[in-house]
């Protein structure tokens, strides 16, 4: 037992001491005179209610605890309350903790809650009465496929990852949300989210998808039909702008040698959608690597892959839109984020020499 644990007792002590003296007192009443009785009781009175308001304040005051996430579960009572606070040392005392629960109208709400230890016992009671939930502030970058974002999710804000891919893969939710495609890869907005702690899949999914549809309106795809692709064609090949430009003036150039690729027939031949189809990550792709088997490979396949190979921002969306008004068939990174790019295969494989030129002289 700490000593402000022995003081608090201690001060409980002396208030029984003067509740028994009270109520000495008031025996006393059938027997003493009124004067010497006023005599004896109101000191003893005073001292029992500043005895009390003492006892309150002591055990009011913060313990100083750096704020706490607590999570209160369904149907938890206050003294189960009380237990988990007092053990993440975020109130001084269970007993007046309860006794705010009796004394109050309110009822504690389950949930998640960021506790602060600064804060006195009854703000901490108001809080958790109020139900106002903890949120997690998550920025979800452009370029992440659909596991990556259930990752991050259930690392920062505990969703369920496997129920929440599973929820994007169902081609009826995705047709709830007004998606012309069998899952929500592509249409899962980056953006910056307020979600709250243990968001389930569905309001995370429902609430990232009506952000895509405010941040790309209707009005916006009316420049699909001009480029003679339909507005989920333009999320895929949006996705692939995404993964491969690194610089942002780029992006239309980018999208426009991938468009000028798929009227004249030729493979798209993007490496970031062999990448997709492998599932995972490498610098360089080697030859065998080209020949992966999947129908997201664009060096086997022509056109377009069967969906988005990420989850593109608007920017990326905007330059397939509105590509830029050239006539370039290839382009080559340079290694430094930006590339090359050349009209014919002849001026490609200058380029790529001269890459190579480049590289090994760092």
């Given at each position: 037992?700490?000593r402000g644990e022995?003081f608090?007792?201690?001060v409980?002590a002396?208030?029984?001491v003067?509740?028994?003296a ?5 025996a006393?009443l059938?027997?003493?005179p009124?004067r010497?009785?006023?005599?004896f009781?109101r000191p003893l009175s005073?001292?029992?209610v500043?005895?009390v308001?003492?006892?309150c304040v002591l055990v009011?005051?913060p313990?100083?605890r750096?704020p ?7 149907g938890?009572?206050?003294s ?10 975020l109130?001084?005392?269970?007993r007046f ?7 109050s ?5 389950a949930?998640a809650y960021?506790?602060d230890g600064r804060?006195?016992t009854?703000?901490i009671f108001?809080e958790?009465?109020?139900g106002k939930?903890y949120t ?7 370029g992440?496929?659909l596991?990556?974002i259930a990752?991050?999710l259930q690392h920062?804000v ?9 929820l994007a893969t169902d ?8 998606i012309?495609?069998?899952t929500l890869?592509?249409?899962?907005f980056p ?6 702690w ?6 995370v999914?429902?609430?990232m998808v009506e ?7 209707d009005?916006?795809?009316r ?7 339909t507005p989920?064609?333009v ?5 692939i ?6 610089v942002?003036?780029?992006?239309p ?9 798929l ?6 031949q993007?490496c970031?959608t ?5 599932g995972?990550?490498k ?12 129908p997201y490979?664009?060096?086997l ?9 990420c989850?593109?921002g608007r920017?990326?969306i905007?330059a397939v839109?509105h590509p830029?008004?050239e006539?370039y068939l290839?382009?080559?990174s340079k290694?430094?984020?930006t590339?090359?790019?050349?009209r ?10 001269m890459v ?7």
């Open positions: 037992m700490g022995r608090l007792n201690f409980l002396l208030i029984l003067l509740t028994s009270l109520l000495m007192g008031v006393l059938l027997y003493l009124l010497i009785l006023r005599f009781f005073v001292a029992l500043l005895g308001a003492l006892w009011d005051r313990t100083g750096a706490v996430l607590v999570e209160v579960p369904r938890a009572t206050a189960q309350v009380a237990e988990i606070l007092d053990e993440r040392g109130i001084r005392s269970r903790f309860l006794i705010l629960s009796r004394l109208k309110e009822e504690i709400k949930g960021e506790v804060w006195p009854h703000r108001e958790l009465c109020r939930p997690v502030r998550v920025t979800i970058p452009e992440l496929t596991r990556q990752g991050m920062k505990r969703t369920d990852s496997a129920a929440l891919v599973s081609s009826s939710f995705a047709r709830s949300l007004g012309p495609a069998p890869e592509g249409y899962l953006d910056t989210y307020m979600f709250p243990r968001s389930p899949p569905e309001a999914l429902r609430t952000n895509f549809h405010r941040a790309i309106p009005t916006v795809w420049g699909a039909e001009a480029l003679g692709i989920h064609q999320v895929i090949l949006a996705s702008v995404e993964k491969e430009a690194m942002e003036y780029e992006r150039i980018i999208a426009s040698v991938f468009l000028r690729r009227r004249l027939g030729y493979p798209l993007s970031a062999v990448l997709y189809a492998m995972k990550h610098a360089h792709l080697n030859e065998r690597d080209l020949h992966f088997p999947s490979n664009t060096y396949h022509r056109g377009l892959p069967p969906g988005p190979i989850n593109p920017a990326s905007l839109l830029a008004k006539e290839y382009f080559v290694g430094d984020g590339h090359i790019f050349s014919s295969y002849r001026e490609h494989l200058r380029a790529k020499r190579r030129r480049m590289t090994s002289h760092r």
